[in-house]
């Protein structure tokens, strides 16, 4: 490890030898011995002699004399620390630097790092700008705690910057103190405190270029280490600077147009038409003055309203008049009409000029005089910027030169009455800063913070860039850039939401090429037409609107209305929403401030957001019962990334996504965090995306960056495949199933320029059984990346969790044959099975039962008794037949006795008592029916019916003659 305490770098190689200091012993004593400057010099040297004590140090400005181990002051033209080393010349990497770069992606591409290193520009060192992690490290040894200071440059968060130290008993700088503050447009200071003993520094850098932006180097510059107790000599002053006197602790830079060479005590003043800048080593020529050399401005409104249009020279002025050709300052002095104040301010008007001054608490204006509002109203209370005849007092506009470093140049941006523009620069890759501070936001008494409500302030700015290159607008929120605009952008309006008070300064820089270092795009511009930022604490008002009172008392405070109450428009009154309605973000007025909720949500207790309890009801398509799913094991954040991609130089990257489906308040919120920053930045939301890179610096698995916040408001859930202006195409996620996907619909109220209407998300929940996993999310196979547009995003979850609760209707029954007097009914599922938990399958049931011989035979006895019935009723019946048989032949054999008269009665009746077993009929084989109709219907030859007859007496056939009353005629 490198000794400064013993480093012969400090000491005179002019000379044969030179002094060093042993190791102390135990008992803080040393020896001073002479060290050969040249090898294999062995004698001559003078004899060790006692040293000084291992706690004896020089003061600065100082130096220790080896030969006579004194301090003494160091001469004009140098500096030291005393005791401490400093670094401030960059043309090579100083002994006792070393740098590496290396593959954050473990090798798994082919990006060679090899080169990756930590570059000396002169007055500065400058990290790399790739995607490799790059380092440089100093080793030191302290003899007593000191201290490592240095200035640094941190402009873009796209890059990840730490510092750490690690001394001789392998302790590390704490993992929170590593990161180091983004700079806003200025050096930083850092100083951190070194323990006695050995102690390893390192600077180490990553880039990220993930959006194909070209990434800012972090430059450090000025490092001093104090501890080392003495130094053997003085450091001369290096070029562009001096000390005029013995003794000095640092040397001090030169002016402007002056410049001095190494070790100088004096600065020289340059020739008439050379130029130099602050701390310059030499001077250059003037160039001659062009038209992007001066810009115009307005003087202060005068006594009767009038300004007076000025012409001036970009300060520090660099540019020569007298050479041929060179532009002429226009004549000033033009005096125009005063724009109006600001809204806000008054018009104050003294015996020399006319000033705008802001209206006090409880008044607004329209920008000419104030006024109280009236009963019953409350002024809205905020910044609003559109006339621009002077720098509003919070606001700021500077420079960062082509080096990243702060200039002398103080205009940047300047007033034009409607506008504020950018001025002409000296080289085009500068960066022309306008910063607006403000304290803090606050709402107003008549709106309730609520944590469903995101919006706490918004800031609205109407803008336009008129270029002929590739020019760039940022607009960034703290340090953080929020959007940004490339080549020539018509006059367009755009607004941030504003969600908490850590944001309390906004950016807007302009650079009119990232490549050229000279003028090319001079007449390149940006113009901010206004700037209006709502509820800002001790802001101005420029309206008043009506708010709902304490009481009915005269001159009662404003109060939000009640939770679910709208305001009458034009009145104080407040009014009932109807049932299932959330109140918009925005002052509620007028019934259209009521929102309703969209299917299977439910309005919170602060009516300012629907929410899901993660159930849901669905319409089955069959028209049967309707369908109940219970998504509470999917309502906790899940997790989940697309497939790798890489950049241009093979970094592996992934999007990360967060999802947190549902659930009532107190919910968990889907969480995406930016941990390259120094205070790690969170949004929180239903569902966020963040860009993360593996990585092994400082033993963290991931990088995480760039999150926001796709999904912030849920909109419904439904089995729609529309709702609210958003869509979630079937061709996206195909199913051959005939259950419907359920679909979750949110939206994101925040606005980018690719995404005017905020950006959506819908997450299509699938039914399947056989998937246990509970973050199974996949992406559309088209958009690799979850959207085609960057502003509608699709996801597929697919989970047993999505499947519908089971019912009586999703099993059957299944009942055996009859075993042993044994009946068994078993139920099962139908196939195929689209439902998960619900009820239960019901147990085995087991039932007795009649085998099927008992049937058997209890049907052959039934049979048997059947026929035997059977038959004795035809015996019976065939009985009765006959009888009457007998009847019919004995009424028509006594119809011969008495002509043309019908039989008696009771002449072929059977007496009661006879017997006609011996009359017997004799028949033919036909049937028994037919037979009785053919003896009724039988005649003889003559005409008349003969009816066979067998009496007891006689066998013979009884003939009736001839009935004289049946005549032929």
């Given at each position: 490890m490198f000794d400064v305490m013993s480093a012969a770098s400090f000491s005179n190689f002019n000379s044969d030898f030179h002094f060093e200091y042993t190791e102390c012993?135990?008992?803080?004593?040393?020896?001073?011995?002479?060290?050969?400057?040249?090898?294999?010099?062995?004698?001559?040297?003078?004899?060790?002699?006692?040293?000084?004590?291992?706690?004896?140090?020089?003061?600065?400005?100082?130096?220790?004399?080896?030969?006579?181990?004194?301090?003494?002051?160091?001469?004009?033209?140098?500096?030291?620390?005393?005791?401490?080393?400093?670094?401030?010349?960059?043309?090579?990497?100083?002994?006792?630097?070393?740098?590496?770069?290396?593959?954050?992606?473990?090798?798994?591409?082919?990006?060679?790092?090899?080169?990756?290193?930590?570059?000396?520009?002169?007055?500065?060192i400058a990290s790399n700008i790739d995607e490799c992690s790059a380092t440089l490290s100093y080793a030191v040894n302290l003899k007593k705690s000191g201290t490592v200071s240095f200035d640094y440059l941190y402009p873009d968060n796209n890059v990840y910057f730490e510092f750490f130290v690690q001394n001789d008993q392998c302790q590390s700088t704490d993992s929170e103190n590593r990161w180091m503050k983004t700079s806003e447009s200025d050096w930083s200071h850092y100083n951190v405190k070194l323990n006695k003993g050995s102690n390893a520094l390192y600077w180490r850098t990553t880039g990220f270029d993930l959006a194909g932006s070209a990434v800012k180097p972090v430059l450090v510059k000025n490092i001093a280490i104090s501890g080392v107790?003495?130094?053997?000599?003085?450091?001369?002053?290096?070029?562009?600077?001096?000390?005029?006197?013995?003794?000095?602790?640092?040397?001090?830079?030169?002016?402007?147009?002056?410049?001095?060479?190494?070790?100088?005590?004096?600065?020289?003043?340059?020739?008439?038409?050379?130029?130099?800048?602050?701390?310059?080593?030499?001077?250059?020529?003037?160039?001659?003055?062009?038209?992007?050399?001066?810009?115009?401005?307005?003087?202060?409104?005068?006594?009767?309203?009038?300004?007076?249009?000025?012409?001036?020279?970009?300060?520090?002025?660099?540019?020569?008049?007298?050479?041929?050709?060179?532009?002429?300052?226009?004549?000033?002095?033009?005096?125009?009409?005063?724009?109006?104040?600001n809204p806000g301010f008054f018009v104050s008007n003294t015996t020399t000029s006319t000033t705008?001054?802001?209206?006090?608490?409880?008044?607004?204006?329209?920008?000419?005089?104030?006024?109280?509002?009236?009963?019953?109203?409350?002024?809205?209370?905020?910044?609003?910027?559109?006339?621009?005849?002077?720098?509003?007092?919070?606001?700021?506009?500077?420079?960062?030169?082509?080096?990243?470093?702060?200039?002398?140049?103080?205009?940047?941006?300047?007033?034009?009455?409607?506008?504020?523009?950018?001025?002409?620069?000296?080289?085009?890759?500068?960066?022309?800063?306008?910063?607006?501070?403000?304290?803090?936001?606050?709402?107003?008494?008549?709106?309730?913070?609520?944590?469903?409500?995101?919006?706490?302030?918004?800031?609205?700015?109407?803008?336009?860039?008129?270029?002929?290159?590739?020019?760039?607008?940022?607009?960034?929120?703290?340090?953080?850039?929020?959007?940004?605009?490339?080549?020539?952008?018509?006059?367009?309006?755009?607004?941030?939401?504003?969600?908490?008070?850590?944001?309390?300064?906004?950016?807007?820089?302009?650079?009119?090429?990232?490549?050229?270092?000279?003028?090319?795009?001079?007449?390149?511009?940006?113009?901010?037409?206004?700037?209006?930022?709502t509820n800002v604490i001790g802001g101005v008002a420029s309206q008043c609107r009506h708010c709902a009172l304490g009481s009915s008392k005269t001159g009662s405070a404003c109060v939000p209305c009640p939770s679910g109450h709208y305001m009458v428009n034009g009145t104080g009154l407040c009014k009932k929403c109807p049932a299932n309605t959330i109140i918009r973000p925005e002052q509620p007025v007028g019934e259209s401030a009521c929102i309703p909720c969209g299917p299977n949500t439910d309005r919170n207790k602060a009516h300012s957001a629907c929410l899901s309890d993660c159930t849901v009801d669905v319409s089955s398509s069959g028209g049967t019962e309707p369908l109940h799913y219970d998504l509470t094991s999917l309502a906790n954040g899940t997790s989940f990334q697309s497939s790798p991609r890489f950049t241009n130089k093979g970094l592996r990257y992934y999007h990360h996504f967060t999802v947190g489906l549902c659930g009532k308040e107190g919910r968990e919120l889907a969480t995406c965090v930016d941990n390259v920053t120094e205070t790690p930045k969170e949004l929180k939301g239903y569902a966020c995306q963040s860009t993360v890179v593996p990585s092994g610096i400082r033993g963290q698995g991931v990088v995480s960056s760039s999150p926001f916040v796709i999904g912030d408001t849920l909109i419904g859930v439904t089995t729609d495949t529309a709702l609210g202006h958003m869509s979630s195409p079937k061709q996206i996620f195909p199913t051959q199933s005939s259950l419907p996907d359920v679909i979750f619909y949110y939206r994101s109220s925040e606005t980018t320029q690719a995404c005017k209407q905020g950006r959506s998300t819908t997450i299509r929940l699938r039914c399947d059984p056989t998937v246990t996993a509970k973050n199974q999310i996949t992406l559309p196979s088209n958009c690799s990346e979850g959207t085609c547009d960057g502003c509608s995003f699709h996801f597929l979850w697919t989970s047993q969790h999505a499947c519908p609760l089971c019912t009586k209707s999703h099993y059957r029954e299944i009942v055996s044959a009859c075993i042993q007097g044994i009946q068994r009914t078993t139920y099962v599922w139908q196939q195929p099975l689209l439902c998960y938990g619900g009820v239960s399958l019901p147990a085995q049931k087991v039932n007795g039962c009649v085998t099927l011989d008992f049937w058997l035979k209890f049907g052959l006895s039934t049979g048997t008794v059947a026929a035997v019935l059977l038959i004795g009723i035809s015996c019976y019946f065939w009985k009765k037949t006959r009888k009457l048989q007998y009847k019919y032949s004995k009424l028509m054999m006594t119809t011969g006795d008495k002509e043309c008269e019908l039989p008696a009665a009771d002449s072929c009746a059977i007496m009661e008592g006879e017997d006609v077993e011996d009359d017997l009929i004799y028949l033919t084989k036909k049937s028994f029916f037919t037979k009785i109709k053919s003896f009724s219907r039988q005649r003889t030859s003559d005409g008349f019916d003969s009816v066979p007859l067998k009496s007891s007496s006689s066998s013979a056939t009884l003939i009736g003659d001839d009935d004289d009353c049946f005549d032929d005629d």
């Open positions: 012993d135990v008992l803080g004593s040393r020896w001073r011995v002479a060290i050969p400057n040249k090898p294999h010099t062995c004698t001559g040297l003078p004899d060790p002699v006692k040293g000084t004590q291992c706690t004896f140090s020089c003061h600065e400005g100082e130096f220790l004399d080896m030969t006579s181990q004194q301090c003494h002051k160091c001469s004009a033209g140098t500096y030291s620390l005393g005791t401490g080393v400093a670094i401030d010349e960059w043309g090579s990497l100083p002994t006792g630097f070393v740098t590496h770069g290396i593959n954050i992606n473990f090798g798994e591409s082919d990006l060679n790092c090899s080169s990756s290193t930590w570059v000396p520009k002169d007055d500065y107790a003495y130094t053997s000599e003085c450091f001369h002053c290096k070029p562009g600077t001096y000390s005029a006197k013995p003794g000095s602790a640092r040397c001090t830079p030169c002016p402007t147009d002056s410049y001095s060479n190494k070790g100088a005590t004096v600065c020289q003043q340059c020739e008439k038409e050379k130029y130099a800048e602050v701390g310059s080593g030499s001077c250059k020529p003037r160039p001659a003055c062009i038209n992007s050399d001066y810009f115009y401005t307005h003087t202060p409104c005068d006594s009767t309203g009038q300004t007076q249009l000025m012409y001036k020279w970009i300060e520090p002025k660099i540019c020569s008049e007298s050479v041929k050709g060179a532009a002429k300052l226009p004549a000033s002095g033009e005096m125009k009409n005063c724009p109006p104040c705008c001054e802001p209206c006090s608490n409880g008044l607004y204006s329209n920008g000419t005089a104030c006024a109280k509002c009236p009963v019953g109203t409350e002024p809205v209370v905020g910044y609003e910027y559109k006339w621009w005849n002077q720098m509003p007092s919070n606001m700021k506009s500077s420079v960062f030169n082509r080096e990243y470093g702060d200039s002398e140049r103080t205009t940047a941006w300047e007033v034009a009455g409607e506008y504020i523009y950018t001025t002409p620069g000296d080289a085009d890759i500068d960066y022309l800063l306008l910063t607006l501070n403000v304290p803090g936001y606050r709402l107003p008494k008549s709106m309730a913070k609520d944590s469903e409500m995101p919006e706490l302030s918004r800031i609205t700015f109407v803008f336009e860039t008129m270029c002929v290159g590739r020019c760039s607008l940022f607009f960034m929120a703290g340090y953080s850039a929020v959007e940004h605009w490339s080549g020539s952008s018509s006059k367009q309006s755009y607004s941030y939401l504003i969600k908490d008070n850590s944001t309390v300064s906004f950016t807007w820089t302009f650079q009119r090429s990232q490549n050229s270092n000279m003028s090319q795009y001079s007449d390149d511009l940006a113009k901010i037409y206004s700037i209006h930022i």
